[in-house]
C-alpha cells in the first residue's frame, strides 16, 4: 500500500439469506439513476457528498460504497436504502477499529521502534480486512499510510494521488469527516515537507475547523486534536500566527473536556514556539519550554523530552 491505486477489490457482504456482490449494489443503483433520467454529473450536483469518479466506481463494481455515500444514493433516488442493501448487516471488523484506532492515536515522533510497530499493524490490515472493507475505511487505510511515507522519507509524492483525489471534495466540505481530517493532515504535511505556503487554503481550514465542538467520538477527537497540532507546526514553519492561539485554546479546551491531558507537553512546547517567533516574548517562551519538558518527564516520554531539550537550546543556546 506504498502508492494509491483504485482498482478492483472483492469485497464480500453478508447478509442473513443471500450475498449480494459489489457489481449488483452498482448495477442497481445504475439502473435506478438512469431510470431518473439523471447523468452522473447531475446525479452527484456539487460533489460534496460523492464525486463523479467515485459514482462511477460504485456502479461499476469497483468500490463498496459506505453508509454515508449509499445514504446520499438513496435520498437522490428517492427510495430506501434498503431498496439498496441492506446496512444493518454491512459490518466494519471490530479488529480493523481498534487497529485503525491505534494508527490514528499513536504518534510517530521520529521512534525508529514507533514505525516498525506501525508497519506491522498496515500489514496486518492489508493481510486480514483491506479487501472486505467500504471504500471510506480503504481510503482511510491508504491516506494514514501516505501520511507515514510522507512523515519518514520526507518526501511528499506518497501523498499526491490521494489529494488530487479527494482534497477538491474535502474543501467543500464545513463540518470534517475523519477521512476530511486525514486528508487535510497529509496536505499541510505536504505542504511543509515542500516549504509550500497555502495561505488561503490554510484560513479557510482553519476557519472551519475551529467550530468543530463534537467531542463525543473519542478517536476523531483524538484525530482532531493531531490536525489541530499540525496546522500550529505549519504555521509556525512558514512564520504565519494568525490561527494559533484560537487553536491552541481549542487544544487545552478539548484536554479539559475528554478528561485527557497526554498531549499537554505537546501544547505546551507549542505555546514555547508561539511566544518566541509570534509575539517575541522570551519569558514566556522559556516558561512553556520548561513545562513540555517537566510533563514530558511525568509521563515517562524521554524521546519527546530530548526534542523539546534539543529545540530549547537551538533557540537559546546561551542559557
Keep these: 500500500m506504498r502508492t494509491y491505486t483504485s482498482g478492483y477489490w472483492n469485497i464480500k457482504l453478508e447478509f442473513k439469506e443471500v450475498i449480494m456482490s459489489n457489481l449488483e449494489i452498482g448495477k442497481r443503483i445504475r439502473t435506478l439513476r438512469t431510470e431518473k433520467g439523471l447523468s452522473r454529473e447531475a446525479f452527484c450536483g456539487d460533489e460534496k457528498e460523492l464525486t463523479v469518479r467515485q459514482l462511477g466506481r460504485i456502479e461499476t463494481g469497483n468500490n463498496l460504497p459506505s453508509l454515508a455515500k449509499l445514504d446520499y444514493i438513496a435520498e437522490v433516488l428517492g427510495v430506501p436504502m434498503s431498496q439498496l442493501i441492506d446496512e444493518g448487516l454491512l459490518i466494519v471488523p471490530k479488529e480493523y477499529l481498534k487497529l485503525k484506532t491505534k494508527l490514528i492515536r499513536q504518534s510517530i515522533h521520529g521512534d525508529e521502534e514507533k514505525i516498525r510497530q506501525r508497519e506491522a499493524i498496515f500489514e496486518e490490515i492489508q493481510e486480514r480486512f483491506y479487501d472486505q472493507l467500504p471504500e471510506d475505511e480503504q481510503v482511510a487505510v491508504e491516506i494514514l499510510q501516505a501520511i507515514d511515507d510522507v512523515y519518514v522519507s520526507e ?76 496546522l500550529v507546526l505549519y504555521q509556525i514553519d512558514i512564520d504565519y500566527h494568525e490561527f494559533i492561539p484560537e487553536i491552541l485554546s481549542m487544544l487545552r479546551e478539548i484536554m479539559i473536556e475528554i478528561g485527557d491531558t497526554s498531549l499537554k507537553p505537546t501544547v505546551d512546547y507549542l505555546e514555547a514556539k508561539y511566544y518566541l517567533y509570534g509575539k517575541g516574548n522570551e519569558e514566556k517562551a522559556l516558561q512553556y519550554y520548561d513545562k513540555a519538558i517537566m510533563g514530558a518527564e511525568f509521563l515517562n516520554d524521554n524521546l519527546f523530552k530530548n526534542q523539546v531539550l534539543e529545540e530549547k537550546n537551538l533557540d537559546f543556546p546561551n542559557i
Design 155 to 230: 518526501n511528499a509524492e506518497f501523498g499526491e494521488g490521494l489529494i488530487e483525489e479527494y482534497f477538491e471534495q474535502t474543501m467543500l466540505r464545513t463540518e470534517y469527516s475523519t477521512n476530511d481530517l486525514l486528508i487535510l493532515y497529509l496536505y499541510f504535511l505536504s505542504l511543509a515537507v515542500n516549504s509550500e505556503r497555502d495561505e488561503i487554503t490554510l484560513k479557510k481550514v482553519c476557519l472551519n475547523i475551529v467550530s468543530q465542538t463534537n467531542y463525543e467520538d473519542a478517536s476523531y477527537t483524538h484525530l482532531l486534536q493531531r490536525v489541530l497540532i499540525g
